[in-house]
């Protein structure tokens, strides 16, 4: 299968402060990504689906301005948290997908453990 | 009604057995049909990926989707303990924009 890297891991971060989680699709150019966020034993909440060099399309309750989603180029999209708040604390999980050739399927990321001290 | 139902179990086997996961659904217009898992702490991991009805095998592991029951399953046979993980079911169409809506995970404990 593909090959999708978020970065980083793991991040504990001051409250208030902003953080970057970086996506990317190592070996094939992804047209569409999307941005979960999984609390614990629950299954993926979708927060946002983005194409590149098209603004994100956010679901229904996710706010815009606190997670800021860029996807600028065919491989690399980033969530950015800002004004981290304790409740933001959770996993957040990306996914690529190929376009044309490439098929329906999406790849996933390996997670972010976000802490907001 | 959600649109995909899947039992979060937990599913308890013994080391061996064939375990046998499954999803409902009720959106007829699904085409697209996968199968994650997913480990601790971890993104998950494409298993299986179907298109439409009928059955596909990769190794130990078997999907089957049938359109007409909107009802998909996933065999696995000689279940290891280090099959233990959450199974994610996921389905798309083209008029959802191939976006995949997930099951909520079944999870998956095989024992020694």
């Known amino acids: 299968g593909a090959v999708v890297s978020q970065h980083p891991s793991w991040v504990i971060c001051k409250s208030g402060t902003s953080v970057k989680i970086e996506c990317r699709s190592l070996d094939f150019q992804a047209t569409t990504m999307f941005w979960y966020r999984q609390f614990p034993k629950q299954s993926l909440m979708l927060m946002a689906t983005s194409n590149e060099g098209s603004k994100a399309t956010y679901e229904q309750g996710v706010e815009k301005d606190k997670f800021l989603i860029n996807h600028a180029s065919l491989t690399l999209s980033t969530l950015t948290v800002t004004s981290a708040h304790p409740e933001d604390s959770s996993f957040y999980i990306c996914s690529a997908r190929g376009g044309v050739g490439r098929g329906t399927e999406a790849f996933f990321g390996q997670g972010t453990r976000l802490t907001v001290v | 009604q959600k649109e995909v139902e899947q039992d979060p179990g937990p599913l308890s086997v013994p080391e061996g057995a064939i375990v046998s996961l499954n999803c409902t659904y009720s959106n007829s217009a699904f085409q697209y049909f996968m199968w994650y898992r997913q480990y601790s702490r971890k993104g998950p991991e494409l298993l299986m990926y179907?298109?439409?009805?009928g059955n596909k095998e990769d190794g130990r592991f078997t999907a089957q989707v049938d359109k007409s029951s909107k009802y998909i399953s996933l065999f696995i046979r000689d279940s290891q303990p280090s099959d233990s993980a959450t199974y994610l079911c996921a389905m798309s169409y083209p008029g959802g924009s191939y976006i995949p809506t997930f099951g909520r995970g079944t999870s998956l404990i095989v024992h020694p």
């Open positions: 179907t298109y439409s009805s």
